[in-house]
């Protein structure tokens, strides 16, 4: 599964982008601002926009950690 890396709203308040800013101006909706909160990863176009106001690669923000619960499930199927 992938997790965060980083504080992303966090990093994004930093570099001058509220959420009441990133909302606004149309660069994250909603869902995405929300999803963020939950560590949920976002879709493409929101992670597009994300690399693109901190400048970082998609690397740099979000990992892949192995769920042992789904790893268990493929195997036992």
Do not use: F, H, W
């Not at 997790?3 to 101006?25: P, S």
């Not at 994300?50 to 400048?55: F, T």
Request: hydrophobic share 35%; with cysteine; net charge positive.
């Amino acid at each position: 599964m992938l997790v965060y890396k980083i504080d992303v709203l966090g990093e994004l308040k930093e570099a001058g982008y509220n959420t009441t800013r990133l909302r606004r101006e149309k660069l994250l909706n909603e869902s995405a601002i929300q999803y963020i909160r939950e560590g949920k990863p976002v879709g493409a176009k929101a992670l597009d926009n994300i690399c693109m106001l901190l400048d970082m690669q998609p690397g740099n923000i979000l990992k892949y950690v192995e769920n042992t619960d789904t790893k268990n499930s493929v195997k036992s199927k």
